[in-house]
């Protein structure tokens, strides 16, 4: 039986998996499922700045580069690079702390809008038009996010999408899950997340 892929699915779960809080853990920053459980993909890191996506054959899918200005006290942008090392888009946030709002571009130039309209909202909507400036623009998928393990504060987030986006941009708005993931609980950090 061959695994689902990743770009066709219109729903997956990217998570943090389970840890001990006694004991180091060595594993994928996060790990991308079906929503019955099979795995797909994990994200690994090599440092706090370079971040890859790969599905569990060890296939490559994304490189995602953070850069904060200002000796990392300033605004933070991720850039998205493909297997051929080319930038295939950037993700920025709207504001520095309380993210609401994360802004990219596609390949095709189309702009995409992900945003909880509260901060304290757990669902966030994917949009062609910025919603907060836009009446009810329509919806291109969704992102709920929830706490698997209170305890340690590990997330999870249920990724769905519509039959309006196509497979690469499927892969950024999973890219999209995994930077808002790094801006509301930065490596290393153990506060609750913004």
């Known amino acids: 039986m061959t ?3 990743l770009s066709e699915l219109t729903a997956v779960v990217v998570r943090q998996p389970k840890r001990s809080w006694w004991r180091r853990y060595r594993g994928p920053e ?3 499922s079906t929503v019955e459980g099979t795995p797909l993909a994990e994200v690994t890191n090599t440092d ?5 996506l790969a599905h569990v054959s060890g296939e490559f899918i994304v490189r995602v580069k953070k850069h904060a200005g200002f000796a990392s006290m300033g605004p933070v942008r991720f850039h998205l690079i493909d297997a051929e090392d080319h930038e ?3 993700v920025r946030p709207s504001r520095l702390v309380k993210t609401r709002q ?3 571009r596609t390949e095709r130039s189309r702009p995409l809008f992900l945003t909880r309209l509260a901060h304290l909202a757990i669902e966030w909507q994917l949009t062609e038009t910025d919603p907060l400036r836009t009446p009810e623009p329509e919806s291109l998928g969704r992102v709920t996010v929830s706490t698997v393990d209170r305890w340690l504060g590990l997330q999870q987030y249920v990724v769905e999408t519509t039959p309006r986006l196509d497979t690469s941009e499927r892969q950024t708005f999973i890219a999209m ?4 993931h790094l ?3 930065p490596p290393g950090d153990s506060s609750a997340p913004v």
């Open 177 to 180: 899950v995994i930077c808002l």
């Open 88 to 90: 295939v888009g950037r």
């Open 48 to 52: 706090d700045t370079d971040f890859l």
């Open 30 to 32: 996060l790990t991308v």
């Open 183 to 185: 801006l509301r609980r």
């Open 3 to 5: 695994e689902p892929d």
């Open 102 to 104: 994360l802004g990219f």
